[in-house]
């Protein structure tokens, strides 16, 4: 496996993490939800609108809303 594509595994993964580290205290409010799905949504452009990039997002976008709906939203 080449470095590039090492990165395109790793990059996913890591602003994955940081998005749910940044979201880790959202309630869920509009303005929250919308920066979620912005961020993620530019992170899967970067990532190549991979199918793995894709998967792992929508993993994350469905955590952080449980978060979300936990911390009272």
């Known amino acids: 496996m080449t470095?590039?594509?090492l990165r395109k595994i790793y990059y996913p993964i890591a602003e994955a993490w940081k998005l749910i580290r940044e979201s880790c205290d959202a309630t869920g409010t509009p303005v929250e939800c919308f920066k979620v799905q912005?961020?993620?949504d530019?992170?899967?452009e970067k990532s190549?609108?991979?199918q793995f990039a894709g998967e792992i997002l929508a993993a994350t976008v469905d955590l952080?809303?449980?978060i979300m709906k936990e911390n009272g939203g």
């Open 3 to 5: 470095d590039e594509q």
């Open 38 to 40: 912005e961020q993620a």
């Open 42 to 44: 530019m992170i899967f």
């Open 48 to 50: 190549g609108k991979t």
């Open 64 to 66: 952080i809303d449980r």
